[in-house]
């Protein structure tokens, strides 16, 4: 008996050491998180990050603070961007998977936003339709860019059997409803001829600003100018740029990009709409502000962002309004050869009608531009044929 006892004891005091570590664990980890700094924002997820709700007695009854509590806790656990990491590499290495976040992990380290194969187009119909009434009734004067997805011009990069939509077919039907009425620029031949370059970054989902100087030679092309001479104005580059599918995927496989830009010393003035037709100045500054570039939104950097309406000042002549979504804002630069005047309207921070616009500043040409993920669901576009309201 005395040995059994002995050898129960042996047994117990074998388990205190595994017992004693997950305590320490436990509760080593929670003293961690109380102490670890708290953010307000994930550069790496660009995002904000949620805070510690303020507490009240019906929040707690209706279960609003709890789960503000529990949104609080997974944002600001500590090592949190280690966490996510480890999650993604699990998922892309242990588990194979092709797709994180909406993202598809395609070959060569390139990243695809998904489309799904049967999407909902009723909001794509009814853009397409303000495109088409708003260049009616401005004839001769509007043009339409509305530039593809990767995925069309990289097809052969997607994963095997990746649910997308036929882009193709979609652009074709855009493109057929609008040309009557506008001048349409189609970039999938010239960019499917060039694919070699470097039209579009890997981690993020807008075009380079290389890809936007080929959109921009078409532009150039279809309206006779002269383009910006690349080779006239020394560039600068900054490296080491890890885009919104990065962010979302954090796959262990992304390679950097790269942003090349033109240091120009054109003055953009960036105002604040106050009504229809109506707004005030709030800074002038240049068309790239470079304190972004020390950012993870690097692509920020064109424009300050995505601003209401701004006027740039051009070396050429005429004017010209840019209604447009952030693909837009790394394209306005080479405008600067070619107009005296650059309008620059972003409807999520103008929601106005443009008629009044139009004539208060005297407009000569329009140029609509979009990507085609922004315009297949994007409900802003409705402002170009909202009516004015001015007498």
């Not at 936007?212 to 383009?227: D, R, S």
């Not at 960036?270 to 005030?280: D, K, N």
Request: charged share 20%; with cysteine; net charge negative.
């Amino acid at each position: 008996m005395k040995y059994v006892y002995r050898a129960r004891e042996r047994k117990a005091s074998r388990g205190y050491p595994a017992l004693i570590l997950f305590f320490v664990l436990l509760f080593g980890f929670s003293a961690v998180n109380l102490f670890w700094p708290k953010r307000t924002v994930s550069e790496l997820e660009n995002r904000q990050l949620a805070q510690m709700p303020s507490f009240s007695w019906q929040g707690l009854l209706d279960g609003s603070w709890t789960s503000g509590f529990a949104e609080y806790l997974q944002d600001q656990v500590a090592f949190r961007d280690g966490w996510i990491d480890l999650q993604s590499d699990v998922s892309t290495l242990a588990l194979q998977k092709a797709e994180q976040s909406n993202i598809l992990l395609g070959g060569d380290h390139w990243m695809f936003t998904k489309h799904f194969g049967t999407p909902d187009t009723a909001q794509l119909d009814k853009n397409t339709d303000y495109v088409a009434q708003f260049a009616q009734k401005y004839p001769d004067c509007v043009t339409f860019l509305l530039a593809p997805s990767a995925s069309v011009i990289y097809a052969d990069q997607l994963p095997a059997s990746a649910p997308m939509m036929d882009e193709n077919a979609m652009l074709d039907q855009i493109f057929a409803a609008v040309s009557p009425y506008a001048d349409v620029i189609d970039l999938r031949e010239t960019y499917t001829a060039r694919r070699d370059e470097y039209l579009y970054f890997k981690t993020d989902h807008h075009w380079t600003t290389h890809g936007a100087y080929v959109a921009y030679e078409q532009f150039c092309a279809g309206k006779g100018l002269t383009p910006f001479d690349t080779a006239a104005h020394e560039s600068a580059e900054v490296t080491g740029f890890y885009g919104t599918h990065y962010s979302a995927t954090r796959w262990w496989n992304a390679r950097p990009d790269h942003i090349t830009w033109y240091p120009l010393d054109n003055p953009m003035t960036i105002y604040q709409p106050t009504g229809e037709a109506a707004f005030t100045s709030v800074q002038t500054t240049t068309m790239v502000d470079t304190s972004k570039f020390d950012t993870r939104d690097k692509y920020g950097a064109f424009l300050g962002g995505n601003n209401g309406y701004s006027v740039i000042e051009g070396d050429g002549e005429g004017s010209i309004l840019v209604v447009k979504d952030s693909y837009a804002n790394s394209f306005m630069p080479y405008l600067t050869a070619n107009y005296a005047k650059i309008g620059v309207v972003d409807f999520r921070g103008y929601s106005y009608g443009l008629d009044s616009l139009i004539e208060q500043e005297g407009y000569d040409q329009i140029l609509i531009l979009y990507n085609f993920q922004t315009f297949l669901t994007d409900n802003h576009v409705l402002n170009l044929i909202r009516p004015t309201t001015l007498s």
